[in-house]
């Protein structure tokens, strides 16, 4: 028994991640009804939801508590790209819809009736300003990262005033908390073995046949995002080839996401990632909780395509300036989805209107959305926190040769 505990110390955490799928997947097919394995996937990801949010305001707070007057950061640089990605994703994604087309059909959707989409832009922004000035107990009770992470800034750029010693206590919090993170980052692969089996026993394949051309839209434009529009982005900031740098973020930090389906609850992984690359902890520990906050590339897909879907389907014809303006509102409301309750797909009725789509007809594109989520989701939290990191690289990396 010790000796297979020391071979497993051993093994690369992707490579057990790797083992947990296959496991997974087999056991999803071979007994489905044994739901306790389901279980081990529900208890992971509770546990790195639960970790968090005190994840993220205490290393915010460390971080900008350390910061001195004057000291150079990449922040800027790095929110720059950040906004910049979405939106050209979300560009992407409409080129993709006028490319391949998509009809849906409505009738055969249930519509959500037990969730209420924001009725305009304005609601968006306003529940994202109310968000912000959350009381920030109940922000971290309920996952409030927006909120969480302006408190966040608000103490930490407080604390900058106090003694040493107030700010080692701090610290002492921050390291307590990702020891915890990292204590329970280890077991997922059982966790992630968990999900697999979770997806493979209820849902198999047959849910998703019949949206396969929505979900190739979907999963294609995620992947030219990643593979195309972002090296191009990195290739002009750093004047070098930026594949092994995205390669090596897809891997070590878009496959955990893909599985957990939160980049929240990937922050973890992105800070050693970080760590492993040599960039500045005072800047990464800003800037990837930052990150799975507002850098929504993958959101602004599923926003656009869904909505572009929604278009064709009914007949109204899209001008380049309509999409145009699409791409700006589905970014701009994406750096927000993790201040609405439902997220990226509760955005779509927000776009929809834009070309006058009633809200019961957004309704059950919203619904669509659900189907498609088991693929949808994991697709877009693995490019959302994958890119973190990889921009707050690239930002870096591009300061080093000043």
Same mark, same amino acid.
């Given at each position: 028994m010790?000796?297979?505990?020391?071979?497993?110390k051993?093994?690369?955490l &992707?490579?057990?991640?790797?083992?947990? &799928?296959?496991l997974?997947?087999?056991?999803?097919i071979v007994?489905p =009804?044994?739901?306790v394995?389901g279980?081990l996937g529900?208890?992971?990801?509770?546990?790195l939801k639960?970790? *968090?949010?005190?994840l993220?305001?205490?290393?915010v707070?460390h971080?900008?508590? !350390?910061?001195?007057?004057?000291?150079k950061?990449?922040?800027?640089?790095i929110v720059?790209?950040?906004l910049?990605g979405?939106?050209?994703?979300a #560009?992407?994604a409409v080129?993709?819809s006028y490319?391949?087309?998509?009809?849906? &059909?409505?009738?055969?959707?249930?519509?959500k009736?037990?969730?209420?989409?924001?009725?305009?832009?304005g609601?968006v922004?306003?529940?994202?300003? #109310?968000?912000?000035?959350?009381n920030?107990i109940?922000?971290?009770?309920?996952? =409030?990262?927006? @909120? $969480?992470?302006?408190?966040?800034? &608000?103490f930490?750029l407080?604390?900058?005033h106090?003694?040493?010693?107030?700010k080692?206590?701090?610290?002492?919090?921050?390291e307590?908390?990702s020891?915890?993170?990292t204590?329970v980052?280890?077991?997922?692969?059982?966790?992630?073995?968990?999900l697999?089996?979770s997806?493979?026993?209820?849902?198999?394949l047959?849910?998703?046949?019949?949206y396969?051309?929505l979900l190739?839209?979907? $999963?294609?434009?995620?992947?030219?995002v990643?593979?195309?529009?972002?090296?191009?982005?990195?290739?002009l900031?750093?004047?070098?080839?930026?594949?092994?740098l995205?390669f !090596?973020c897809?891997?070590?930090?878009g496959?955990?996401a893909?599985?957990?389906?939160s980049s *929240?609850?990937?922050?973890? %992984?992105?800070?050693k990632l970080?760590?492993?690359l040599?960039l500045?902890?005072d800047?990464?520990s800003?800037?990837?909780?930052?990150?799975?906050t507002?850098?929504?590339?993958?959101a602004a897909?599923?926003?656009?395509?869904?909505t572009? *879907? *929604?278009?064709h389907?009914? @007949?109204?014809q899209?001008?380049f300036?309509?999409?145009?303006?699409?791409?700006?509102v589905?970014a701009l409301?994406?750096a927000?989805?993790s @201040?609405?309750? @439902?997220? +990226?797909?509760?955005?779509?009725p927000?776009?929809?209107s834009?070309f006058?789509?009633?809200?019961?007809?957004?309704? !059950? %594109?919203?619904? %669509?959305?659900f189907?498609?989520?088991?693929v949808?989701? +994991?697709?877009e939290?693995?490019?959302?926190?994958?890119?973190?990191?990889l921009?707050?690289?690239?930002?870096?990396?591009?300061a080093?040769k000043?």
């Open positions: 010790l000796v297979m505990i020391t071979i497993w051993k093994i690369d &992707i490579k057990k991640i790797f083992l947990g &799928i296959v997974g997947g087999i056991l999803g007994m =009804n044994v739901k394995i279980l529900t208890l992971f990801v509770g546990a639960a970790v *968090a949010p005190l993220v305001f205490s290393l707070a971080a900008l508590s !350390q910061t001195q007057k004057g000291q950061t990449n922040m800027k640089m720059f790209l950040y910049l979405t939106f050209a994703a #560009l992407v080129m993709a490319l391949f087309p998509i009809n849906l &059909i409505l009738s055969d959707v249930t519509a009736t037990d969730i209420t989409p924001p009725q305009g832009v609601q922004f306003q529940t994202l300003l #109310l968000n912000v000035v959350d920030p109940n922000a971290l009770a309920t996952a =409030n990262y927006i @909120g $969480v992470l302006s408190w966040a800034v &608000i930490g407080a604390l900058r106090v003694s040493n010693s107030t080692d206590l701090l610290k002492s919090a921050a307590v908390t020891k915890v993170v204590w980052i280890g077991m997922a692969p059982f966790g992630i073995m968990g697999v089996f997806t493979v026993s209820d849902n198999g047959s849910a998703l046949k019949n396969g051309l190739f839209v979907l $999963v294609g434009s995620m992947a030219f990643a593979l195309v529009i972002n090296p191009i982005i990195a290739l900031v750093m004047r070098t080839n930026p594949y092994p995205v !090596q897809l891997r070590e930090s496959v955990t893909f599985f957990t389906r *929240a609850a990937n922050i973890p %992984v992105n800070m970080c760590e492993k040599g500045d902890s800047t990464y800003v800037s990837i909780p930052l990150g799975a507002i850098n929504m590339a993958g897909i599923t926003i656009n395509v869904l572009m *879907a *929604a278009v389907t009914l @007949g109204v899209v001008d300036g309509s999409a145009f303006l699409l791409s700006i589905a409301s994406a927000g989805a @201040g609405v309750a @439902g997220g +990226s797909l509760l955005l779509i927000v776009a929809c834009l006058g789509i009633p809200n019961d007809i957004a309704m !059950q %594109v919203v619904g %669509v959305g189907v498609v989520g088991v949808q989701d +994991s697709c939290t693995a490019l959302n926190s994958s890119t973190d990191v921009f707050t690289a690239v930002a870096e990396k591009s080093w000043k």
